[in-house]
């Protein structure tokens, strides 16, 4: 290898970001698959979910030390996206009744749990960003308002703290018995 360093295009970086977010999500239905098919549905189910908070809180940790090193206070603006760029190029914050949230328009790992025909596995994933925001800083909680794998047209989440969390849920529970 030359002393130069190689350089290459956006288009080959994001094909290389892409292929390793489709091998991710093939490990992840893997695994998932495999534990449904030899615990039962509501046992391997259960334990993927369980797998997913894990590896959020570890990711979230990691968040977390690189915030305080920073000396900044563990609050969701100061939460540093994990997400590659490149991977994750079609997203934008948007504000919905005052309330700031991330819209993620392309998911590449939804699109290929669409494609194998399990997005309720592939949508026991996303439980990584509870656990990421709840090892960042356990007064936080993230929220999927919307989700590709539940038929929405984008995946939408909404950073609250736990405050906030308690008036949406005692809200929505005020408007559903009406």
């Not at 809180?57 to 996206?81: H, M, S, Y």
């Not at 490149?86 to 991330?102: I, P, Q």
């Amino acid at each position: 290898m030359s002393a130069q360093k190689e350089k290459i295009s956006k288009e080959e970086a994001f094909r290389q970001v892409k292929s390793m977010i489709t091998r991710a999500a093939l490990i992840h239905y893997s695994f998932a698959k495999t534990l449904v098919e030899e615990l039962g549905e509501k046992r391997g189910k259960a334990l993927t979910k369980k797998a997913s908070l894990l590896y959020g809180k570890i990711v979230g940790q990691r968040v977390r030390e690189k915030t305080l090193a920073k000396g900044l206070p563990l609050t969701r603006e100061n939460f540093q996206d994990d997400l590659p760029a490149l991977g994750w190029a079609e997203r934008e914050r948007v504000k919905v009744g005052g309330e700031t949230r991330s819209r993620v328009h392309t998911c590449h790992l939804a699109q290929v749990w669409q494609e194998l025909g399990a997005p309720d596995l592939g949508r026991l994933y996303c439980y990584v960003d509870q656990g990421k925001y709840r090892a960042y800083n356990p007064d936080l909680r993230c929220v999927h308002v919307k989700n590709v794998l539940d038929g929405d047209p984008y995946c939408e989440l909404a950073v609250r703290t736990k405050r906030s969390q308690r008036a949406k849920d005692a809200e929505h529970k005020s408007k559903s018995k009406k």
